[in-house]
């Protein structure tokens, strides 16, 4: 007659088994669930593993089946069900699935102020309650970690619909990231085209970036690879591009646009930002000297026909603020108006702009599609 089989033998069997990973039985390690069924010669239960990729879950089913026929009896008809602790996050179906808005901050020339416009953008939205969210893209010189006062931040990682992700620093009510804080200055402009590309896509995808209305990205100058990389890789809300008034700058300014708005790269531009639109002293706060020349800005946005944001002063306050990381912006009221400071009211004017601007383009033209590569 057959001897029944009963659950501790069960168990006394699996205890011979070692998980391969760590040496340990599996039954030490809390790999069999409590769910042992026995009929007859008939066995059931589950074994659990962490994750679907673990390389040992067929080695280790065959391990225990051996054992069942070994210790408990040779016509044990065992099935072992594989469960696993976490399953993963199904793959988004599109990146940042939930950010609002994607704007990218660009200028032809280096220099002129893109990432000042860039911090204060954003610290001005978070004043006007906005969710934000900060991607410092400039491989060249990442500058927002020194502009958020964050440069010795390390990076933490948060578990979130079972996977780690890189969660982003919070400062200023933004959330902010920089291609900075995964590679130094000096390695970046030696590093090829796809690594830093690579680079650059894990901070947007691999990044816990939640819920956002406006997510910035502080683009390199000019053009590159990396332009090329984050429209394949996001669908860009638009462009707000910054440049000074002197003839050089407009001239990349007027190259930069003709970039997003050619056949291939289809970005609407969302406006222009003439920084450094003239020279203010403190203690002068009336006086206007166009040190660049005089309205270069707004002479290019008519030309082009696209809107002029803002005319932001070249003041002492707004680089003194960036270098110790507080941007000006934040000096600015809430609502915007009664604030003492013209600098960050012209950023808080901005916002405003860029809001409405955003508002158009989305009401006007259909949503930008990442751009294919062929
Ligand atoms: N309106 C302004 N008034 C005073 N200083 C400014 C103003 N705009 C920018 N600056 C200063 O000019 C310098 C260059 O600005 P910023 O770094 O923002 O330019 P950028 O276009 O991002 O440059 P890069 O091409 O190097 O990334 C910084 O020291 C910044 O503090
Ligand atoms: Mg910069």
């Known amino acids: ?36 069924r026995i009929d007859g010669r008939k066995v ?59 704007i990218g901050v660009s200028s032809g020339k280096g220099g002129v102020g893109k990432s000042t416009v860039t911090a204060n953008l954003a610290v001005a939205l978070a004043k006007k309650g906005y969710k934000l969210g900060v991607l410092d893209a400039d491989i060249f010189g990442p500058s927002m970690p020194k502009m958020f006062g964050v440069e010795d931040e390390p990076l933490y990682m948060v578990n979130q619909e079972g996977r780690d992700w890189i969660e982003p620093v919070q400062k200023y009510g933004v959330k902010m990231l920089s291609i900075g804080f995964v590679v130094d200055k000096e390695q970046a402009v030696l590093w090829r085209g796809g690594m830093a590309s690579n680079a650059l896509k894990q901070l947007i995808t691999d990044a816990w970036w939640g819920d956002l209305d406006y997510f910035l990205i502080d683009m390199p100058p000019g053009t590159s690879d990396i332009h090329l990389t984050l429209v394949q ?71 082009l026909n696209v809107k002029l944001l803002a005319r932001i002063p070249l003041v002492a306050d707004i680089r003194s603020h960036s270098d110790d990381g507080d941007p000006v912006a934040l000096q600015a009221e809430a609502d915007g108006k009664t604030s003492g400071n013209a600098e960050a009211q012209a950023f808080m004017d901005l916002a405003s702009e860029v809001v409405k601007a955003v508002d158009l383009r989305v009401s006007t033209l259909p949503p930008t599609e990442a751009v294919k590569v062929h």
């Open 44 to 102: 059931s239960f589950s074994l659990i593993f962490e994750k679907p990729t673990d390389p040992f879950v067929r080695s280790v089913v065959r391990a225990a089946e051996t054992a069942l026929k070994t210790y408990v009896t040779a016509d044990i008809e065992p099935t072992i069900n594989v469960k696993y602790r976490k399953e993963p996050a199904p793959a988004p179906e599109r990146p940042l699935p939930g950010v609002k808005h994607i």
């Open 233 to 303: 890789t996001l669908p860009i809300t638009g462009v707000v591009v910054v440049t000074t008034p002197q003839p050089v700058a407009l001239a990349d300014a007027r190259k930069g646009i003709a970039m997003f708005m050619g056949d291939k790269v289809n970005v609407p531009i969302l406006g222009l930002v003439e920084n450094m639109a003239w020279f203010t002293p403190a203690p002068h706060p009336e006086e206007r000297y166009y040190i660049f020349g005089e309205g270069g800005g707004v002479k290019l946005a008519e030309e």
């Open 1 to 36: 007659m057959d001897t029944p089989i009963y659950p501790a033998l069960i168990t006394k069997a699996l205890e011979t088994v070692k998980y391969p990973g760590n040496g340990k039985s599996l039954v030490e390690n809390e790999m069999v669930e409590d769910d042992i």
